[in-house]
């Protein structure tokens, strides 16, 4: 249904592409592909009838056939994601078919086709490099990060793989950090924005609650329930061979992963701090660094 703010040019412009959509998705479903025989010469288009469609998400005839035909009419999430499946819709058509009909999206999902993309986001900060570039799960857990976020932010297979938990567990960040105090209550905010997008996820509890037993600090920022979306942060890095070092950390998503966050950090003109980034990764500052590269 139509929301309170939507114009009404909105919502015609809204049902007539979600007819278009489900007619289209219709006549892309065979009926093998849905367990139906194919009919033989009785069917004019090789796609399913708006009848089996209905019958085999458990709804209506009358019902789907208004859907499809984008009358205004009140729909659930439940029926929807009967109708999603037996359309095989993708979880991002998924989403969209959602936003068509007037509902909340659900939670973005891991699309199969796209769970190979770590390669690609291994030379994605790998040529971040001299730069430092590291990835985070939904619960921020490390994925993987280069060989600059190794001899920049101390990352290190030793550590807890939790950027959350490190941040306030780690000795070796917190001493090269010269603002954690002013950073800290971002990074419980940023969080706590995180664990919003996923209301019901056990997962988040579990890093809370660890991070809880790990550090009185974050207990009393996690208390105040502020709430930041993540974006970018200025950081400035006491390095012990090279000294300040001062970078913009940027949170990227990419729609296709949405379980995963980006995080590439920008030197900025002060203290020469592109300069030093690339002493730090050659092979002089490498004999130099203080923790060898993470396999």
């Not at 979600?18 to 009785?42: I, S, Y």
């Not at 105040?224 to 000294?243: A, S, Y």
Request: with cysteine; net charge negative.
């Amino acid at each position: 249904m139509a929301t309170a703010l939507e114009s009404t040019d909105g919502k015609a412009h809204r049902l007539a592409e979600l007819r278009e959509f489900l007619m289209n998705r219709r006549a892309r479903v065979t009926p093998a592909e849905a367990g139906l025989p194919d009919g033989g010469a009785r069917r004019r288009t090789p796609g399913l009838r708006r009848e089996e469609v209905a019958v085999l998400a458990g709804v209506g005839v009358s019902w789907y056939q208004w859907l499809e035909q984008g009358r205004d009419i009140t729909v659930s999430p439940q029926v929807l994601d009967s109708v999603a499946r037996v359309l095989r819709l993708s979880p991002a058509e998924r989403r969209h078919l959602y936003v068509l009909a007037g509902l909340n999206p659900p939670a973005p999902e891991v699309d199969p086709r796209s769970a190979d993309m770590c390669n690609g986001l291994r030379r994605l900060i790998d040529a971040w490099m001299p730069f430092p570039a590291h990835i985070m799960d939904a619960y921020w857990n490390t994925v993987m990060y280069n060989d600059a976020a190794s001899f920049v932010l101390g990352l290190r297979p030793e550590i807890v793989q939790n950027c959350l938990i490190s941040f306030f567990t780690d000795p070796i960040y917190r001493s090269r950090s010269s603002h954690w105090e002013e950073l800290a209550p971002m990074v419980v905010a940023q969080f706590r924005a995180a664990c919003s997008e996923r209301p019901d996820d056990d997962g988040f509890r579990e890093v809370v609650e660890e991070a809880k037993a790990a550090s009185a600090e974050f207990t009393e920022l996690w208390e105040r329930r502020d709430v930041m979306p993540g974006g970018q942060t200025r950081k400035v890095l006491e390095h012990p061979l090279v000294g300040p070092l001062h970078v913009e950390a940027t949170q990227l998503r990419v729609p296709a992963r949405p379980d995963l966050v980006i995080v590439l950090h920008t030197p900025l003109p002060e203290a020469d701090t592109a300069a030093k980034l690339e002493w730090l990764t050659s092979p002089e500052g490498r004999r130099g660094a203080m923790y060898p590269v993470a396999g």
